[in-house]
């Protein structure tokens, strides 16, 4: 298993996001596409995900923050067939089909992500992806669905609260969020009791 972690729009070399690379497996891929704005993720975002498709193994798995998650979901809409998907804050509709060959969707939102909220505009509006909307603010909403798990940072016992749209990967924070969410991705790998 390969972990790629796909960023969003807006986001520098030096972002906080990379912050979460460290608790990833080493082999893990991070495609930095560079800063792109909001206007032009209709023309990019397939582009990205051309040049991402040939790298992304059956049983990878994909994380993304963002517009990355936009950027992973057409990426299984190509056929790609991962293992399992990591959608952090996603600007992404609330209510994503998972293809059947995804083993599980881990959702981490909180209501406190406006940024998702404006996303849903611009895809309604046709400025943006189209498949833009506020996953990071509400969490998954589609039919149930066992594979797809949402994970409320802004209200998760023991953990500190996350409240925005990066807010997950300020230093304080992902000290915490960084080793639950790669123990909850172990822990769709691990052997299942007799």
Known sequence: MRCHFVHGIRTSADSAVTGLLRYLPPDSAYPDYGWEWEGVTRIVNPAIVGTMQPYVADGDVLIGHSNGCAIIYELLRRGVTAAGVVFINGALETDFTLPKAVGFADVYF???????????VGAELGVTDCDWGELGHRGYTGAPDPRITNIDCGNTVGM???????????????????????????????????
Not at 110 to 117: C, K
Not at 162 to 175: E, L, N, Q, R, Y
């Open 110 to 120: 909180n209501a406190g992500d406006e940024i998702t909220e404006v996303a849903r």
């Open 160 to 194: 500190p609260i996350v409240s925005g749209h990066s807010d997950f990967f300020t230093p304080a924070k992902i000290a915490f969020w960084g080793p639950y969410l790669a123990n909850r991705i172990r822990g769709h790998f691990a052997p299942t009791p007799p």
